[in-house]
């Protein structure tokens, strides 16, 4: 069964970039058919999508973030990334990694299944 | 605050059902049959418990179940247990941009 596993720092400067990387197992993501998502998780409070990847490279992204985030795909290592640029303490949060089978399912993309453990960044200087 | 409004907590005894609204817009939850669910224990990652409305993933249990009425879904969770016990968030596709809308969570608590 497909896993998802999230990796990269822990603590990152104010007006920094935020980099994480999400290794994917059990699966390809060349094999297509999912969206591969980045959503967090504020401290005590609920979820926020942060945007999608296909393995084709195309990318869609929350409105509210678009400005600061760049997601993108290495499939040779079966991995996706998120960068999330000019940091504050309000980016503080846990950041999961996810993937949308709605394409393959219902021909769009709509829920999340599985979910990485997620990693929890702070920023603080 | 949150795209889709969730009530902030609920509350059952064992054995009792409990049904949790999610409201959101004709452009998201009125406009598609993409509402998911996901219950989420304290430090856990969230699980998926239901998709495109009402169905559920391999291995939840039946005593879980979505519904949708024009802007507003609902999960019922019907034969109360104590590991039910976690916050649930609501989520639905919103066409695009924003594409993805969540909740704002409900804490379920089995007195």
């Known amino acids: 069964q497909v896993q998802l596993q999230e990796s990269g720092p822990g603590l990152v400067k104010p007006s920094q970039t935020l980099s994480l990387t999400c290794t994917v197992s059990?699966?390809?993501?060349?094999?297509?058919?999912?969206?591969w998502s980045w959503i967090r998780q504020h401290p005590g409070k609920g979820l926020e999508w942060i945007g999608y990847i296909y393995y084709s490279g195309s990318t869609y992204y929350n409105p509210s973030l678009k400005s600061r985030v760049t997601i993108s795909v290495d499939t040779s290592k079966n991995q996706f990334s998120l960068k999330l640029s000019s940091v504050t303490a309000a980016d503080t949060a846990v950041y999961y990694c996810a993937r949308d089978p709605g394409i393959a399912v219902a021909g769009t993309p709509g829920w999340f299944d599985p979910w990485g453990q997620g990693t929890l960044v702070t920023v603080s200087s | 605050q949150s795209a889709l409004t969730q009530p902030a907590s609920v509350s059952g005894s064992p054995g009792q059902s409990i049904t949790i609204s999610c409201t959101g817009t004709s452009s998201d939850v009125g406009s598609y049959n993409l509402v998911s669910w996901y219950q989420q224990h304290p430090g856990k990652a969230p699980k998926l418990m239901i998709y495109?409305?009402?169905k559920r993933p391999s291995g939840v249990s039946n005593r879980f179940s979505g519904s949708k009425s024009g802007n507003t879904a609902s999960l019922t969770i019907s034969g109360l247990q104590a590991e039910d016990e976690a916050d649930y968030y609501c989520?639905?596709?919103?066409?695009?941009?924003?594409?993805?809308?969540f909740g704002g969570g409900t804490k379920l608590t089995v007195l």
């Open positions: 495109e409305v009402s």
């Open positions: 989520c639905s596709y919103a066409g695009s941009s924003p594409y993805v809308v």
């Open positions: 059990g699966g390809s993501i060349s094999s297509g058919g999912y969206y």
